[in-house]
């Protein structure tokens, strides 16, 4: 099911879904700095561990709902096709619309 004019609905989601990612990658890579701080603060209570835990699990929550999330044309994963998987694509690997909602 496959739409062919690309309407603003679709540009919007798939703005948001750019924007969703932009935020995995970014507590992603702030992973260890806050972990380094959090242990250097709270040096030996062990509520810096549950706390780095938390974090840990927050991002890896947020980096698995990014990566399964569907392309909002084509319905399918945006990041996997049948054959590849890439979370750095700036295209869905199953239509090829990109997140300003080209065809490329
Ligand atoms: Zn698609």
């Given at each position: 099911m496959r739409e062919d004019n690309v309407t603003g609905e679709i540009k919007e989601k798939l703005l948001k879904l750019q924007k969703?990612?932009?935020?995995a990658?970014?507590?992603?890579?702030?992973?260890f700095p806050i972990g380094v701080f959090i242990a250097k603060t709270l040096?030996?209570?062990p509520f810096a561990g549950i706390l780095i835990f938390?974090?840990?699990?927050f991002t890896g929550f947020l980096l698995t709902k990014v990566?399964?999330?569907?392309c909002p044309r084509c319905h399918k994963f945006f990041f996997f096709s049948s054959s590849w998987a890439n979370g750095f694509t700036n295209k869905?690997?199953?239509c090829g619309i990109n997140f300003r909602g080209e065809e490329l």
């Open positions: 969703k990612r932009r935020l990658f970014f507590v992603m890579i702030c992973f040096e030996s209570s938390v974090y840990f699990i990566a399964f999330h569907k869905c690997l199953n």
